[in-house]
C-alpha cells in the first residue's frame, strides 16, 4: 500500500468497523426513529454512508459492487423525500460488500493517482485526490458519530470500539 494511502485506509478500516458497531443490536423501526422532525435517522445516514462508500470507491477508480440503493437514492437530497427503507440488514450487507472493494482500492492506489488533481472539488486548500480522500474520511467520521449519538440516545449502549 502506498505510504499516503496506509493512514487513510486505517482510518477507513476503523469506520468500517464503527459502522456496524453502531447498528449493533437495532431493529428496523429504532434505526427508522428519528428525534425530531428536523433530524435524520440511523437508517437514513446508514444509507448515506453506503452510498458514500460507493462514491469513493470510483472516486479512486476501483471497482465498486452493484449499488443495492442506488435507484432509491438517485433522486434523494433529504430524509423527507426517502419513500421507502430497506431493512437494516440490507444496509449492512451493502456496506460490508462495499467497504471491502474500498480497502481493496485503496491497497492497489498508487502515488500518480494520488497527487493527481481531483476531479471533485472539495472544501479543501489541497487539490490533489489524496486530500480529496482526506475529505472523504472526515465526512465519514462526522457521519459515523452522528450514528453513534442517535444510539445511545435511543436508548442503547454507547457504540463499541471494538
Not at 51 to 68: C, E, K, N, Q, S
Not at 97 to 114: C, I, M, P
Request: aromatic share 8%.
Amino acid at each position: 500500500m502506498h505510504p499516503v494511502a496506509a493512514p487513510l485506509a486505517a482510518g477507513f478500516a476503523l469506520h468500517t468497523r464503527l459502522f456496524v458497531n453502531c447498528l449493533d443490536g437495532l431493529s428496523d423501526t429504532e434505526a427508522r426513529a428519528r428525534p425530531g422532525e428536523r433530524t435524520n435517522s440511523i437508517a437514513f445516514i446508514a444509507l448515506h454512508l453506503v452510498d458514500v462508500r460507493h462514491y469513493t470507491v470510483g472516486y479512486l477508480g476501483g471497482p465498486a459492487p452493484a449499488h443495492p440503493f442506488a435507484a432509491l437514492l438517485a433522486k434523494v437530497q433529504s430524509i423527507e423525500a426517502l419513500a421507502a427503507y430497506p431493512p437494516l440488514a440490507e444496509i449492512r450487507g451493502a456496506w460490508s460488500g462495499v467497504s471491502a472493494a474500498l480497502h481493496s482500492t485503496l491497497a492497489q492506489v498508487g502515488g500518480d493517482a494520488l497527487t493527481a488533481p481531483s476531479p471533485q472539488r472539495f472544501p479543501v486548500s489541497d487539490g490533489s485526490v489524496a486530500a480529496g480522500l482526506a475529505f472523504l474520511l472526515t465526512h465519514e467520521a462526522y457521519h459515523v458519530g452522528q450514528l453513534a449519538l442517535l444510539r445511545k440516545y435511543i436508548g442503547h449502549p454507547a457504540m463499541a470500539y471494538t
